[in-house]
């Protein structure tokens, strides 16, 4: 079974400010991991996506990530906040079939 | 660039009604999926389609019902709707390649 937690249901930072949101997941397979934002009252968009290859995965709008296997980690990075970062993010897994597995999503406050 | 289109962005039903929620992709994706988000719950998988006329149960799937009769569209079925339904429902397809394509969602209340 796969599953994800994502760490802190808020987070604040300041504008340009280090962006740094947790994803944690649990896989018996190899995983396909995924970050997406969500904007108000929106659908899901696609950040950034690891499949196989590089570690290190970069996305839109400046984000990146690391997939950690040692550590089981996937976390989503940006290193200078902006206000219309503001949103919420969502971390996914998935083992390549059909099943998507969902974080409970962390909601990005961007302080002025 | 794909496009999930949900048929309604809003829906207010009463109690006990029947409620269609359509969704159409334009990828000739084989995989469909319906979601339901609740706020500190994330995003649950309802059902899930693989090809025409094919259907798995999600994580929650009690209360709701879907087809799939051709590959582009895909309904989800509120049979009896109540009032614990009312949610954020949100579409969703992928091809083979893993990653999925979202529609805008349907904000449900039923009252």
């Known amino acids: 079974a796969q599953s994800v937690t994502q760490l802190g249901s808020h987070v604040s930072v300041s504008e340009g400010a280090l962006v740094l949101l947790r994803c944690n997941y649990s896989s018996s397979v190899p995983p396909y991991l995924f970050w997406y934002v969500q904007y108000p009252n929106q659908g899901l968009q696609l950040l950034l996506k690891?499949?196989?290859?590089?570690?290190l995965v970069k996305g839109i709008n400046g984000f990146e990530a690391e997939f950690k296997k040692s550590e089981t980690s996937f976390h989503l990075t940006k290193p200078s906040a902006h206000m219309s970062d503001a949103a919420e993010y969502f971390c996914?897994?998935?083992?390549?079939?059909?099943?998507?597995?969902f974080g409970t999503g962390t909601r990005l406050k961007v302080l002025a | 660039d794909v496009k999930v289109t949900q048929s309604s962005r809003y829906l207010v039903k009463r109690t006990g009604e029947k409620v269609f929620l359509e969704c159409v992709q334009d990828m000739d994706h084989e995989n469909m999926f319906w979601y339901r988000q609740d706020p500190g719950l994330g995003l649950r998988l309802i059902y899930f389609s693989y090809d025409v006329k094919m259907k798995e149960k999600g994580d929650i799937p009690e209360g709701y019902s879907v087809s799939r009769e051709k590959k582009e569209r895909f309904s989800l079925i509120l049979e009896s709707a109540s009032t614990n339904q009312t949610s954020m429902y949100l579409c969703?397809?992928?091809?083979?390649?893993?990653?999925?394509?979202f529609g805008q969602g349907t904000r449900l209340t039923v009252v």
């Open positions: 996914a897994v998935t083992s390549g079939t059909y099943k998507y597995i």
């Open positions: 690891y499949t196989t290859g590089a570690t």
């Open positions: 969703a397809s992928s091809s083979t390649a893993p990653k999925a394509f």
